[in-house]
């Protein structure tokens, strides 16, 4: 069940939407639904493709990259997408685009927050609209979204030539400032009042979305989200693992 709603934040006056009546909770999706990160998702991929052997050493390389894209994203957030998706240039679009729905049920489903299902049942109770605000790709996102009845998706595509992804985005990273555009867009496209709506993040780079609505929640906050939440009212909420809380009998 979802947390009593704590002070609202102040709505910027470019957000606001008059003679609506629809509300919506929007929602990240890495770190917020998912314990996940775009990385993740990647792997997930090179493992369905290459031999155990292969795996194994391309892993070992990955990994050193890591370390280098963990420093950009403290950095800039959206500039690291826009790096990070160059790694599925050549990488064939039929073959990665089928595995999605694999990758939600056997890498996705095991790491939701079983918490965050129960917050979308209860705005789906409350006729609110659920709306995904992610960083990930469109095409990985989608049977999500499709599970969970999510009205839209704000998130980025891959670019397609060839039968092959050539690793630029069709459009902006979706982060940070972006996020925050998208749901205006969407909320004044949608007849969504954004006074009224919820968002939900994780990281201090989700706070530009979460001072668009009137009910931000943080969501197993980083540091810097964690001072803003708690000095600004906010609630904050810490979510479980489904695998772990399964493990733990709980």
Known sequence: MMSPVGNASKVPDHARVTRVSKVAAFF??????VDSTIAHYFRYFMFRRLPPWRARLWYAGFLVRCGYYMALDRVDRGRLNVV????????????????????????????????????????RRRDHEIVLVTGSIDFIIAPLATAIGASGVLA??????NGRFTGELTGPPVGAEEKARQMSQYAAANGIDLAQ?????????????????GFPHAVNPDRKLTATARLRGWPIHYWRVAAHAARNGR
């Open 156 to 161: 980025a595509g891959l670019e397609q030539r």
């Open 84 to 123: 990070f998706y160059r790694n599925y240039a050549e990488l064939p679009v039929d073959e990665i685009t089928s595995q999605a729905a694999d990758c939600y049920r056997e890498f996705i489903v095991p790491r939701r927050f079983v918490e965050a299902w129960d917050s979308i049942d209860e705005h």
């Open 197 to 213: 709506s919820h968002a939900y993040g994780d990281s201090s780079a989700d706070l530009p979305m979460l001072e668009t609505v």
């Open 28 to 33: 990240d999706v890495d770190g917020t639904l």
